[in-house]
């Protein structure tokens, strides 16, 4: 199967005796646990790790750390750099002001929306100068975190 | 006696530890969304609040106390936030014969108007810094230039760093106080704010202090909880680097003198914002324990709510002679992340596994598939370390965050460990704008191989599992045919 972390990606084959991992020239055994938790030996070096299933992919824990895998579908990544139309909700959480109106022109870093979460209050402005072409919301909703909460017409 | 814990979350499963290491009885409350929580089944008994907001559970006072009087409960312990200082509630208690495992009312009542506190303190002779009250209809542009910026805005009736704003010119004066004024009224149901001078790279060092109703009142020595993000603390440790013997000394007395001014029963404490010059003044009292408590503890070999219900049933203050070992730390492993503004991060906790080791305790309220949700502050657990000194407590704390397991929602527990690892950390040199004088960088390194692999096995038992509805009952080792993948 094929995995991606940011641009890279690589294929990996859960061999038919399912306890056998490999990864090019890459090969390696789970000694004990399952999917969820256990050991790896690696070219007879063990690896304590645990794993879980995430909305895209799988979150891997080794050593302290905590990486984020993606299933590769094969769908590009959007470009960054580019400066974005929309802002979005960061977290997940209640539109406290939504200041914006379809047709406001607005200015660079104006405050447009005051969202709350977790009893903490953040203000998102403005990525850039523009007129509002919609809103996602109004004062008072629950919006899911990801969610268009003012799109600019585009430049 | 029967003590009912007003609260949820990890404090209520601390406070029901000691209550039940006493021999007394521990009666847990939930809202129908913690039916299944730790702190429930931690307790010798449970209770359903009716409702569906925090409003209509943890602070519907009435419904508590007739919980409370339904099944007999002797005293209320209310935990930290919530009902904690909140002095109607103390009222409330007092008139249902039950006793409330805090301060006075009249004391609650004093230290939570902000305003109050600091005259209180005046007259008593603590250093308090200079400020004044506002409210926004009126001339707050005068009375900050009269303050003078950088300052503060600061909810009277807050904690927590809630509807707090810092403001460094006057064009973002009027925006501040509008939007802390909301938030305050938010979080505490006052939205009075007042303008307070900022102290450039201030450290915050608080005392723990404890009276009882014989008229004693002690400090318990202080805690250091200077590196703080959006104001609220994350690291928290004893002793502080930045006191030597004298300025503990007078710091110590001036928190004393601050529990006599109030009559203090029960445990509070006095905080103090500390110059890079070496004075101190008055920031605020805490009147209930705080969520950084454990590294007193730890320090002390105090168990600090068993002095709480000592204190509360009438006895003298249990201490003896005060000897402080070694030096205790603290991390506050959050669901957020770091790399993102130290956003919350909800989700269900697929896997949960804390460290264990000798001196190294784990406070928490979660556990494996718990929900982390919007409606409740993102705080997974404490980390608490000790050492014989700062460098052996920090070494067992890196130790520590390097294998808490935590998946299924973004934590601190990388951030928290770069944090503790920064050489300025190391050297103590602190203060509460250390987050944005240092930036701890997001790690950038690439995963190693084995992380690939254990992800491609993951994936494959995902898919397995939705191929085979029995996928889980027979070893997915044994069954080679669902498992070809390629």
């Known amino acids: ?155 | 006696m029967r003590v009912l814990i007003a609260n949820r979350g990890e404090i209520a499963v601390r406070v029901a530890q000691s209550v039940q290491q006493m021999g007394f009885q521990a009666i847990a409350v939930y809202a129908d969304s913690d039916r299944g929580a730790l702190h429930v089944r931690s307790a010798d008994e449970a209770y359903r609040l009716a409702g569906a907001t925090v409003g209509e559970t943890y602070l519907d006072i009435e419904q508590i106390l007739d919980l409370a009087r339904v099944h007999k409960a002797d005293a209320i312990h209310p935990g930290y936030g919530f009902l904690s200082e909140n002095a109607r509630f103390a009222e409330a208690c007092g008139k249902a014969g039950i006793t409330f495992i805090g301060p006075t009312p009249e004391v609650i009542r004093a230290m939570g108007d902000k305003i109050q506190a600091k005259e209180i303190m005046q007259k008593a002779g603590v250093p308090v810094v200079p400020g004044v009250t506002v409210t926004l209809d009126e001339e707050i542009t005068e009375k900050a230039a009269g303050v003078g910026y950088p300052l503060l805005v600061k909810a009277a009736a807050g904690g927590g760093g809630k509807g707090m704003r810092l403001v460094r010119r006057p064009a973002e004066l009027k925006e501040a106080v509008a939007s802390a004024s909301r938030e305050a009224g938010a979080a505490f149901g006052d939205a009075r704010v007042f303008l307070e001078k900022y102290v450039e790279r201030p450290r915050h060092v608080e005392f723990q202090i404890f009276g009882d109703s014989h008229g004693n009142a002690v400090h318990l020595f202080e805690r250091e909880c200077s590196v703080q993000r959006r104001h609220q603390k994350i690291v928290e440790e004893t002793p502080s680097p930045a006191l030597d013997d004298d300025l503990r000394a007078r710091m110590g007395a001036a928190a004393v003198a601050a529990a006599r001014a109030m009559n203090y029963t029960n445990a509070g404490t006095v905080e103090f914002i500390l110059g890079q010059d070496g004075q101190f003044y008055f920031l605020e009292v805490n009147t209930r324990l705080q969520v950084e408590h454990p590294v007193t503890e730890q320090l002390l070999g105090l168990d600090l709510v068993r002095a709480q219900l000592e204190v509360a049933s009438g006895r003298p203050l249990p201490f003896g002679t005060l000897q402080p070992r070694g030096h205790a730390l603290e991390c506050r492993i959050y669901a957020e992340d770091p790399a993102r503004g130290f956003l919350p991060s909800t989700g269900t906790l697929q896997r949960f596994s804390a460290p264990r080791a000798p001196f190294v305790r784990v406070d928490t309220g979660v556990s494996e598939g718990s929900e982390v949700t919007v409606h409740h502050d993102p705080m997974l657990a404490k980390l608490i370390t000790w050492g014989a000194d700062r460098s052996e407590s920090l070494a067992r704390m890196r130790w520590a965050l390097r294998r808490f397991v935590v998946l299924g929602v973004t934590t601190n527990l990388e951030f928290l460990h770069d944090l503790i690892s920064h050489e300025a950390f190391a050297r103590g040199d602190i203060h509460t704008h250390f987050l944005e004088e240092h930036s701890i960088a997001a790690r950038t390194e690439n995963p190693p191989d084995e992380a690939w692999l254990v992800a491609a096995l993951q994936r494959a038992a995902v898919r397995a599992v939705g191929a085979t509805a029995s996928a889980r009952d027979s070893s997915p080792w044994a069954d080679g045919g669902a498992w070809r993948l390629d």
């Open chain 1, 1 to 155: 199967m094929k995995l991606r972390y940011d641009d890279q990606e690589r294929e990996i084959k859960v061999v038919s005796s399912g306890d056998v991992l490999q990864a090019g020239d890459l090969l390696a055994r789970v000694v004990a646990g399952d999917e969820d938790e256990g050991t790896l030996e690696i070219h007879g070096r063990i690896v304590p790790y645990a794993a879980a299933r995430t909305k895209d992919g799988v979150a891997v824990w080794i050593a302290g750390r905590v990486w984020h895998l993606q299933a590769a579908t094969g769908k590009k990544r959007e470009t960054a750099g580019a400066v974005s139309d929309e802002i979005l909700a960061p977290m997940p959480g209640t539109i406290l002001k939504m200041q914006a109106q379809p047709g406001d022109v607005v200015t660079e870093k104006q405050p447009l929306v005051v969202m709350e979460s977790m009893k903490m209050e953040l203000t998102l402005a403005a990525p850039r100068a523009g007129t509002v072409a919609s809103i996602g919301g109004r004062t008072g909703d629950l919006v899911e975190m990801g969610a268009v909460l003012v799109r600019l017409e585009p430049q």
